[in-house]
């Protein structure tokens, strides 16, 4: 079938259903184009001095996005640094984790919300998810905790809450720092609090593909003074910058070059300040591509995460029945793409399958972690969401409108519709 000049699906070289590609993201407005420029005018593009004075913690602009952040979360500290993965590691050095302790953490995640232990030779210790939420399973945690055990990173994963409520409970219980990655939920909530400021710390990345973006670029908020301060010295080089105090030439930690730059920042106020705006096109357009697929394509379940808080749908995942739909699921996905719609099949794979917990062994898994399995098995729901049910999009967001997400449905029923040619053109 693949050369097959009657093919209607893309997939054996019929013609696509969607011709163009979907909106570019990000947004850039006149504002983000007027404050970079701004900052280049001035030509102070990082401008963070090690001593006492107006640059002591950064410039003007890294100084506006901190305060920004403090006002919308309402917590007492913001630090900016250059990537979400900064602020994983400060935070984890911040909540005082010594190399060899242990730190539990999902699985299902970009890489750097375990990798950030093994860069402080802790030890990533991971608990399976619960399916309903695609996070950490609260049920699981208490099995896992040791002697060792000094910190827990709660991802909100694809834009909604973990169940921070259980979570919480277990944390306070065994005397273990709480650090919510929220790079994926900027705005969301969980039972009215605004993740990130349930836990000791939360961070955000604000790298280009997420809701909101300064080309890369990160921000720490807390409400623990001492985390802060530590989380600035990792920023600077380990120097002692604390506000107040004169410079002293004085490395008092290791630390390392996370300082944002003035540009990033002035970006990032422009984008931060659209937040809750785009947030708002996110639902609308989530929600009424989940409604659509939902009536319209049984097999197709979307998973909205959104009965504890607010979900702001960096990506819309959806479980896929391969049994009612006929079609294996990846390569269902690969039609789907051929038909010129951007899905995925699985999220990434489950972090401890990753060559650094095996073949190429980081030193920290080799010294302290003889006693830890990172084995295929561990963690049988996130292996089930990866390779068998999870299918996602990272489209529902602006500028797409209606028509794009009507395109998708469409898309999926022309490949439920020739599922024979589908099948067929794979045995030939
Ligand atoms: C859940 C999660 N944590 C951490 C990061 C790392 O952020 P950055 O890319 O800004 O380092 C990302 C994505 O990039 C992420 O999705």
């Known amino acids: 079938m693949q050369n097959n000049k009657m093919a209607k699906l893309a997939i054996n070289n019929g013609e696509k259903y969607r011709k163009h590609p979907f909106p570019k993201h990000p947004i850039i407005g006149e504002e983000e184009k007027k404050a970079a420029l701004d900052v280049l005018n001035r030509a102070?593009?990082?401008?963070?001095?090690?001593?006492?004075?107006?640059?002591?913690?950064?410039?003007?602009?890294?100084?506006?996005?901190?305060?920004?952040?403090?006002?919308?979360?309402?917590?007492?500290?913001?630090?900016?640094?250059?990537?979400?993965?900064?602020?994983?590691?400060?935070?984890?050095?911040?909540?005082?984790?010594?190399?060899?302790?242990e730190i539990l953490v999902t699985p299902y995640s970009f890489t750097a919300s375990?990798?950030?232990?093994?860069?402080?030779?802790?030890?990533?210790?991971?608990?399976?998810?619960?399916?309903?939420?695609?996070?950490?399973?609260?049920?699981?945690?208490?099995?896992?905790?040791?002697?060792?055990?000094?910190?827990?990173?709660?991802?909100?994963?694809?834009?909604?809450?973990?169940?921070?409520?259980?979570?919480?409970k277990i944390a306070k219980k065994h005397k273990i720092k709480v650090i919510e990655d929220c790079a994926q939920t900027p705005g969301a909530t969980y039972k009215g609090k605004l993740l990130g400021t349930i836990?000791?710390?939360?961070?955000?990345?604000?790298?280009?593909?997420?809701?909101?973006?300064?080309?890369?670029?990160?921000?720490?908020?807390?409400?623990?003074?001492?985390?802060?301060?530590?989380?600035?010295?990792?920023?600077?080089?380990?120097?002692?910058?604390?506000?107040?105090q004169p410079r002293q030439y004085k490395s008092i930690i290791l630390g390392w070059g996370y300082r944002m730059t003035e540009l990033d920042a002035a970006v990032g106020i422009e984008q931060f300040k659209k937040l809750d705006m785009f947030n708002k096109e996110r639902i609308k357009l989530a929600e009424y591509l989940a409604n659509k697929i939902e009536k319209e394509i049984p097999g197709i379940k979307p998973c909205l995460?959104?009965?504890?808080?607010?979900?702001?749908?960096?990506?819309?995942?959806?479980?896929?029945?391969?049994?009612?739909?006929?079609?294996?699921?990846?390569?269902?996905?690969?039609?789907?793409?051929?038909?010129?719609?951007?899905?995925?099949?699985g999220y990434v794979r489950p972090l401890y399958l990753n060559p650094i917990f095996h073949e190429n062994k980081h030193f920290a898994?080799?010294?302290?972690?003889?006693?830890?399995?990172?084995?295929?098995?561990?963690?049988?729901?996130?292996?089930?969401?990866?390779?068998?049910?999870?299918?996602l999009t990272l489209m529902c967001r602006p500028p797409a409108t209606f028509k794009d997400m009507d395109d998708i449905v469409g898309a999926m029923k022309k490949i439920i519709t020739n599922k024979e040619e589908l099948l067929s053109s794979q045995k030939s």
């Open 44 to 101: 102070e593009l990082s401008t963070f001095i090690a001593s006492p004075g107006e640059y002591f913690l950064g410039g003007k602009k890294i100084k506006e996005f901190e305060n920004l952040c403090t006002e919308y979360f309402k917590t007492k500290y913001a630090v900016a640094l250059n990537s979400g993965t900064a602020c994983l590691h400060a935070a984890v050095v911040a909540c005082g984790v010594q190399p060899g302790d």
């Open 114 to 168: 375990a990798t950030c232990a093994l860069m402080n030779n802790s030890v990533p210790v991971f608990i399976d998810i619960d399916e309903n939420n695609f996070c950490i399973d609260p049920k699981k945690i208490e099995e896992k905790i040791t002697k060792k055990t000094k910190a827990i990173i709660i991802v909100h994963l694809f834009g909604g809450p973990a169940d921070m409520d259980e979570i919480m």
């Open 199 to 244: 836990g000791d710390c939360g961070l955000f990345s604000f790298t280009e593909s997420k809701n909101v973006t300064s080309g890369e670029g990160g921000m720490l908020i807390t409400n623990n003074e001492k985390i802060t301060d530590i989380v600035r010295l990792v920023r600077n080089h380990g120097e002692a910058v604390v506000a107040n």
């Open 365 to 391: 898994l080799k010294h302290f972690a003889e006693h830890v399995n990172y084995d295929k098995g561990i963690c049988p729901i996130v292996e089930k969401m990866h390779e068998k049910e999870v299918i």
């Open 305 to 345: 995460n959104n009965k504890n808080g607010k979900n702001v749908y960096f990506i819309l995942p959806f479980k896929y029945d391969e049994k009612k739909i006929g079609i294996p699921r990846d390569l269902f996905v690969k039609a789907l793409n051929a038909e010129g719609i951007p899905f995925g099949a």
